[in-house]
T-cell receptor, first 114, second 109 residues
């Protein structure tokens, strides 16, 4: 496709449930980023991949959060044992180079934990 | 203190007004500055980026960086109702972007 695609668009999870969020970056884009955006806030960095290598995971809030990009294309963000504070929009972005300046964002997955 | 601070608004202006959106940042070492626009329930889209100090113009939009005061601005001329959105400033730190909290702009016809 022409842009970054994320699925599902909306996810409602019961507290304690595991969830998996998918990101299809723009074809050929080397770099992939995950951000978390709470309501009324700016996006906050979670993790960064260059091809299949996870080069920075300093923003992951706890060991319940795990991201992978096994073949250097599609990425999955997994959250185990979801809690109410995990409710947010999860944004994926990709860029052609490793610079990250001109990153293109997907529409996000809105996660609500009840 | 957050690395990038931004007034959340909302900022309401009449159509045709000049809009000024501003951010302050804490680290004088930052060199790359971006402005993103985010419509409701959409992902952010890059409007403009500037390197170091100075001005950059693109159509109705002008981005300005004042490194001496650690202040970045986005000006929108002849604002339109379609400009109504949240505007996010961001700085690049290594391979990641650090965003301000966003300013919600409403342009009324």
């Amino acid at each position: 496709g022409a842009g970054v695609s994320q699925s599902p668009r909306y996810k409602v999870a019961k507290r304690g449930q595991d969830v998996a969020l998918r990101c299809d970056p723009i074809s050929g884009h080397v770099s992939l980023f995950w951000y978390q955006q709470a309501l009324g806030q700016g996006p906050e960095f979670l993790t960064y991949f260059q091809n299949e290598a996870q080069l920075d995971k300093s923003g992951l809030p706890s060991d319940r959060f795990f991201a992978e990009r096994p073949e250097g294309s599609v990425s999955t963000l997994k959250i185990q044992r979801t809690q109410q504070e995990d409710s947010a929009v999860y944004l994926c972005a990709s860029s052609f180079s490793g610079v990250g300046t001109e990153a293109f964002f997907g529409q996000g997955t809105r996660l609500t934990v009840v | 203190q957050k690395e990038v601070e931004q007034d959340p608004g909302p900022l309401s202006v009449p159509e045709g007004a000049i809009v000024s959106l501003n951010c302050t940042y804490s680290n004088s070492a930052f060199q790359y500055f971006m402005w993103y626009r985010q419509y409701s329930r959409k992902g952010p889209e890059l409007l403009m980026y500037t390197y170091s100090s100075g001005n950059k113009e693109d159509g109705r939009f002008t981005a300005q960086v004042d490194k001496s005061s650690k202040y970045i601005s986005l000006f929108i001329r002849d604002s339109q109702p379609s400009d109504s959105a949240t505007y996010l400033c961001a700085i690049r730190k290594g391979n990641m972007l650090t965003f301000g909290g966003g300013t919600r702009l409403m342009v009324k016809p």
